[in-house]
């Protein structure tokens, strides 16, 4: 009897780590019973046995059996782990929790009155983030192409560009630059020197004015008239430094306004904003892999190797 | 009454013995003599049919045990006591046990009857006070006749002898002979005894089988064994330095 | 030719053993012994290399994981899949394939050759039944419960490796272990145990049952049920996993 009896307790023993082992694992309450409800889906892509059910971002839960209800609608049971029933009203809709897995998501009902385990509720399907993505990617692919067109043509022109011609087009370019600036520097010291004459000679004229004027009043008259002339002359000559000032105005204009090859390069901006982008996403996906690395590694089956 | 009728054995391509026939009257006690290695121990054995012949029949009271469906073979086999050439005491449970073994397993006795049985069983083999102890406590001796209660405790018809002298000291031999002629005599029990002991043939035997040459090469009486001139029977007996 | 021979004798023992089944009354007695060795006496064992395969794993797989794209919970899941559904069974079974199935072909093969067994057919017992059955069905009841020992004790031993040497906190690994929790795995890890303990038990009962000669055939006979054993064991574990993963 002494056997029967250590036989018996080691089976009973195995039976009560195992039913204790699972629920653990499981996730579903060691003792007392399970929180269990039902949802209809048209349809349930990513949702298989073990599928993890959220509440506001929580995990509550598993799907514990994916089966047909009818021709058009399939049946997921639900196991939750939550210390409350959930109130009439509340809805299950299959989203994508994480980049690449999709889960249930419960929306609480409103009502004060409880749903009993075994209840029935509402399921949607929600096409979420990876239908979103879809639909962008759909949409976004022919701009991407065409961005990617341009994007080549431009660096074509800049690698045309850096041909030996063009550089030595720069090198001219930049010394006819520097040859204009130094003439317009000559020539506002020439015509520094004829102000200064010129207001030498008013000085002169203003003293022989004073000579003059005095007692020679009709005489000022005429002097007045000759000075006006000088004035006028003056006048012409500040037109004509005008006029160089423009002529280096345009071309600083013209580089400005991305005309020729080096406005471009300067210029263009479907190239800057191409590659901000470019490196924008590029963010983006690494961030997501680094939250959630898991998603991208689960169906890797790591412990298959064994 | 057993009758065996032309049995025949190979252990795949040896031949052991072919073409045996032998009778044993009712009472009576049987000696199967030969050399080591000549098939005797294999004989027996087709006697209660742990071993199947090639060919041939066992008869025991008028049915072919070969033919028989599990359950009415059981009932054969408990018409025979068994002992084995190492006496083949079960070694996990004690000499006590192994002779209650057969009892336990096969009647409905009490734990009292069981006790009364096994003791009695025990005295008839002079092993009065051998208490609860362990089957590797024993002297060969003692092993032999463990086995022997063992054999008859559910009363057998017949007994079959697999070298029940075989290691042991000539007065200890020359007991188990006289318990052998003893249970005969008193249970009228029809024994068959395995040997190449030729004192024990002379002893207890009424009658003796010589297996020789892959056959039954001589069959009779002890008295038509003394006057046999059967060569190679003669040569046997004289082998065993046992003068008649 | 003799490979089909063993098969045919085989196949003729487990016939026989489950045409004898119904004879509880035989068997009652040896069955609960049997249970005692195989499974009772088996427990410290099972533990103990379950503990250390546990946790050697673990080590061994944090060592190979350091990346900082991978969470720490994987190495829970890692460590307790793979001892669910493989480790718990195989290396309680290759270990019980020496422990059991040696004792049991040793046992037999004993009986064999010290005639016990047809001594035991001379009484009317039906040593199939009497012998086979208990030590089979033994193996069918017990396997299963050395399975749960193995299979605790594996995870166990991981998570307080990983805590001890400070590789995964526990409460990373059980987060992970409990992610890659399919009941589905439960149930092969079972199914594996079952059969492990048929083969070690029911091949060990056919070396023994039909030992020859003395004692180098009961010498023999324990060495090929051990090792025929293990490759019966690695053999099925490959079949089992083909035909139910």
Redesign the interface.
């Given at each position: 009897m002494k056997?029967?009896l250590?036989?018996g307790l080691?089976?009973v023993a195995?039976i009560i780590?195992?039913v204790i082992?699972?629920r653990f694992?499981?996730?579903t309450p060691i003792f007392g019973q399970t929180y269990q409800l039902h949802a209809n889906f048209d349809r349930v892509d990513g949702i298989n046995?073990?599928s993890s059910i959220f509440l506001q971002g929580v995990k509550i839960g598993r799907v514990t059996r994916v089966s047909f209800q009818d021709s058009d609608s399939v049946n997921v049971l639900m196991s939750f782990n939550v210390p409350q029933e959930f109130p009439v009203g509340t809805k299950a809709y299959i989203r994508s929790v994480q980049l690449l897995e999709k889960g249930i998501e419960i929306e609480r009902g409103d009502s004060s009155d409880r749903l009993d385990s075994g209840a029935k509720i509402p399921g949607f399907y929600d096409e979420g983030i990876m239908g979103t993505v879809r639909e962008l990617g759909e949409e976004t692919g022919g701009d991407i192409r065409s961005s990617t067109k341009r994007l080549n043509s431009v660096l074509t022109q800049v690698d045309d560009m850096m041909t030996e011609s063009a550089r030595s087009d720069i090198q001219e370019m930049l010394s006819s630059l520097n040859t204009t600036s130094s003439e317009v520097e000559t020539l506002i010291q020439r015509n520094n020197r004829h102000i200064e004459e010129s207001v030498t000679h008013l000085r002169n004229v203003l003293q022989n004015l004073d000579g003059l004027t005095t007692g020679q009043e009709a005489k000022v008259d005429s002097v007045l008239a000759s000075l006006e002339s000088t004035a006028r002359n003056l006048d012409e000559t500040s037109a004509s430094l005008n006029e160089m000032s423009r002529e280096v105005n345009d071309i600083l204009k013209k580089i400005n306004e991305g005309e020729g090859s080096l406005g471009r390069l300067v210029n263009d901006p479907s190239l800057y904003n191409n590659l901000d982008s470019l490196s924008y996403n590029l963010n983006d996906l690494i961030i997501n892999?680094?939250e959630n690395?898991?998603h991208f590694?689960k169906h890797m089956r790591?412990?298959d190797i064994? | 009454m057993i009758e065996i009728k032309n049995l025949t054995k190979s252990f795949g391509d040896n031949l052991v013995w072919k073409d045996v026939s032998l009778q044993i009257e009712e009472g009576r006690t049987l000696a199967i003599i030969g050399k080591s290695g000549c098939g005797k121990s294999v004989l027996v054995?087709h006697i209660?049919a742990?071993m199947t012949p090639d060919e041939g029949e066992v008869i025991v009271d008028g049915r072919n045990i070969f033919k028989l469906n599990?359950v009415e073979l059981?009932?054969v086999?408990?018409q025979?006591g068994?002992l084995?050439?190492?006496a083949?005491?079960?070694?996990s449970i004690s000499a006590y046990e192994n002779v209650a073994?057969?009892l336990r397993?096969?009647t409905n006795k009490t734990e009292k009857e069981i006790h009364k049985r096994v003791t009695d069983c025990l005295e008839m083999v002079n092993l009065g006070n051998i208490g609860n102890k362990g089957t590797s406590e024993l002297s060969g001796g003692m092993r032999k006749r463990v086995g022997l209660a063992r054999a008859i405790v559910?009363q057998p018809q017949y007994i079959m002898y697999d070298e029940p002298t075989s290691g042991l000291d000539p007065e200890t031999s020359e007991e188990i002979n006289e318990l052998i002629v003893r249970l005969s005599e008193n249970l009228n029990i029809t024994s068959i005894v395995v040997t190449h002991d030729m004192h024990s043939v002379l002893d207890i035997a009424d009658s003796a089988a010589f297996l020789d040459e892959q056959k039954l090469s001589w069959y009779g009486t002890i008295d038509e064994l003394r006057e046999s001139n059967h060569e190679r029977l003669m040569s046997f007996v004289k082998a065993s330095e046992y003068q008649i | 030719m003799d490979i089909f021979y063993d098969f045919g004798r085989y196949g003729r023992l487990l016939y026989q053993a489950i045409r004898s089944s119904t004879e509880v009354?035989?068997y009652y007695r040896n069955f609960?012994?049997e249970?005692?060795k195989t499974?009772?006496e088996s427990?410290p064992i099972v533990m103990l290399a379950g503990l250390f395969t546990g946790a050697v794993l673990t080590i061994q797989t944090s060592y190979q994981l350091i990346s900082a794209?991978?969470?720490k919970?994987?190495i829970g899941?890692?460590v307790?899949?793979?001892i669910i559904?493989?480790?718990a069974a195989v290396i309680s079974g290759l270990i019980l394939a020496g422990r059991v199935g040696a004792r049991i072909a040793t046992e037999l093969g004993?009986?064999r050759v010290?005639?016990?067994i047809?001594?035991l057919?001379?009484?009317?017992?039906?040593s199939v039944s009497f012998l086979v059955v208990p030590r089979v069905l033994a193996g069918f009841?017990?396997f299963?419960?050395l399975w749960?020992?193995a299979?605790?004790c594996g995870i166990g031993g991981g998570i307080l490796a990983g805590w001890v040497t400070g590789s995964v906190p526990a409460a990373d690994f059980m987060q992970g272990?409990?992610?890659?929790?399919?009941?589905w795995d439960?149930i092969f890890g079972l199914t594996k145990a079952v059969v492990f303990g048929f083969i070690i038990t029911s091949i060990s009962c056919f070396k023994g049952y039909y030992a020859t000669g003395g004692a180098e055939g009961v010498g023999n006979a324990t060495t090929n049920a051990a090792v025929l054993s293990c490759i019966y064991i690695l053999l099925a574990d490959l079949v089992l996993a083909a035909v139910l993963l």
């Open positions: 056997n029967e250590k036989v080691t089976i195995a780590v195992a082992g699972y694992m499981a996730e046995p073990g892999f680094n690395p898991r590694l790591l412990v064994f | 054995k209660n742990l599990y059981r009932l086999r408990q025979f068994f084995f050439q190492g083949a005491l079960f070694d073994f057969p397993y096969f559910l | 009354k035989s609960v012994s249970m005692i499974g009772y427990l794209l991978i969470p919970s994987t899941a890692i307790s899949q793979s559904i493989e480790l004993t009986m010290s005639e016990q047809d001594a057919e001379s009484m009317g017992f039906n009841v017990m299963p419960v749960v020992a299979a605790t272990a409990r992610e890659f929790f399919f009941a439960i």
